[in-house]
């Protein structure tokens, strides 16, 4: 029996290479080559849109189960529970993204103030 007949979830066989450009330049500031193999980048992005897949289908078991059709943020939270330094890193994001939105709507503000 195949590994992949045993898995939970089928597999894609075509991907999109989402995200081979930040791939790169992330395998070159952790030491990589300049111009990395395209096998190892390719292994990368399959990884990391695994990963992603996976944590938007936690995040929606979540929000089944809570009888909720749409995904919250708390979903994805709730998905990163058992992994605190991912939790702390969204966390830290979803500060800095409500900082720099108050930064955006004060700058906007004063232009009409001005009028």
């Not at 989402?18 to 395209?38: H, I, N, S």
């Not at 944590?55 to 708390?74: E, L, P």
């Not at 702390?88 to 906007?108: C, N, T």
Request: proline share 5%.
């Amino acid at each position: 029996m195949s590994t992949e007949a045993s898995s939970s979830r089928p597999r894609r066989s075509r991907r999109q290479n989402l995200f081979v450009k930040e791939l790169r330049t992330l395998m070159y500031a952790y030491g990589d080559e300049p111009d990395p193999l395209p096998e190892s980048v390719q292994v990368l992005d399959e990884i990391v849109t695994e990963y992603i897949v996976d944590m938007c289908h936690d995040a929606a078991r979540m929000a089944s189960q809570a009888r909720r059709n749409k995904i919250k943020v708390d979903d994805f939270k709730f998905a990163l529970r058992h992994d605190p330094r991912k939790l702390g890193r969204v966390e830290e994001l979803l500060v800095m993204s409500k900082v720099i939105a108050d930064a955006r709507k004060q700058f906007d503000d004063k232009p009409e103030a001005e009028k």
